[in-house]
């Protein structure tokens, strides 16, 4: 059964760090595209940031470059999400998502993604 589970989420000050954790299991994701977004209350889920395959390529949202990194353990098929400087307006459930195709036309579309977690709670707090 092919499964995502997010880790990690919480409650932070703004400033602070929070790093998120998806574990796959089911099979080796991490040899695909992966990526996180999030959706905040009344708000459309929206891109995070994203992996190709085989680490080769990142992509990110415009407002979390430089604050936001993406990587993946693939011993642990297990992909990460490490936040810094984190502000209030990061507050939202962030998903992890997976394809089951190797390339993407478009890494921040989510409907590229067919695999996807519960989501976990990331409140950042003034």
């Known amino acids: 059964q092919v499964q995502l589970v997010e880790s990690g989420g919480g409650l932070v000050q703004a400033g602070g760090s929070l790093r998120l954790s998806c574990a796959a299991s089911?099979?080796?994701?991490?040899?695909?595209?992966m990526g996180w977004f999030r959706q905040a209350p009344g708000k459309e889920r929206e891109f995070v940031t994203a992996i190709a395959w085989g680490g080769r390529n990142t992509y990110y949202a415009d407002s979390m470059k430089g604050r936001f990194t993406i990587s993946t353990d693939n011993a642990k098929n297990t992909m990460y999400l490490q936040m810094t400087s984190l502000k209030p307006e990061d507050t939202a459930v962030y998903y992890c998502?997976?394809?089951?195709?190797?390339?993407?036309?478009?890494?921040?579309?989510?409907?590229?993604?067919?695999?996807w977690g519960r989501g976990t709670q990331v409140t950042v707090s003034s």
């Open positions: 998502a997976a394809s089951s195709s190797r390339y993407l036309n478009d890494y921040r579309a989510d409907t590229q993604y067919n695999y």
């Open positions: 089911g099979r080796t994701f991490t040899n695909y595209p």
